[in-house]
């Protein structure tokens, strides 16, 4: 807000939809995202919502966990061998609540809302992180940082984490790992410790005429110190 930046906030899962769609700033995307465009299952999981998500990208131990009727009905005499989502019956399952779902791919909705230089982007998709990326032209859009989660579904301990082999190619610099998110940088985006502050910012906060804090609440110490 203090910069002025805009947003796209991209949201597949439709039980949030009424929560996002009042910010005016934000250009507001109801949709997944995903290689190809196709219509998708969106299996919500009421007791574990974090278990919610898209049917045909979901990890088999996932499903085990969580949906075991829509695990039942990918399976064939009970071979867990042969889990495979485009077995299921939708139309038979009883207990399992899905809304079908455009999944777009992630170029589509940048050309389309003109965004050719992104300042920030935050991709955070519970380990469908790389199918998201690879439906991106980075020869089209530039990014100048990057968050991706370090999903560990998809890592095998001891080989590079998947996100970071497909980034290797990229024009961007790893600048950070923290928790479960790595940091890259465009190789000539140049970082600064007070990105766009202005004479009136200090500390990331933002001082107003009547000397007040309209932002992040600095004290009156670091105002006289502005």
Known sequence: ENFGWKRVLIEGNPAFHSDIAHLTEAAFVK???????????????????????????????????????????????GN????????????????????MVNCIPMQKILSTVGLGHVNFFILDVEGAEVGVLESIDFTRTVFDVLVIEKNHNIWVRGA???????????????????????????????????????????????????KGCQAGWCSETDLEHT
């Open 160 to 210: 590079p984490h998947p996100v970071e082999t497909f980034m290797k190619d990229k024009p961007y610099v790893r600048v950070a790992s923290k928790g479960r998110n790595l940091w890259y940088r465009h190789k000539d985006f140049t970082l600064s410790l007070r990105p766009g502050l202005n004479d009136n910012c200090y500390r990331g906060c933002v001082r107003n005429y009547w």
């Open 31 to 77: 949709a997944a995202v995903c290689k190809k465009e196709m219509l998708v299952h969106y299996v919500q999981q009421k007791e574990f919502p974090m278990a919610s998500g898209i049917a045909e990208f979901m990890d088999h131990q996932l499903v085990k966990n969580f949906h075991r009727e829509l695990l039942k009905s990918a399976l064939v005499n």
């Open 80 to 99: 867990p061998r042969t889990f495979n989502m485009s077995r299921v019956d939708w139309n038979s399952l009883t207990s399992t609540t899905f809304q």
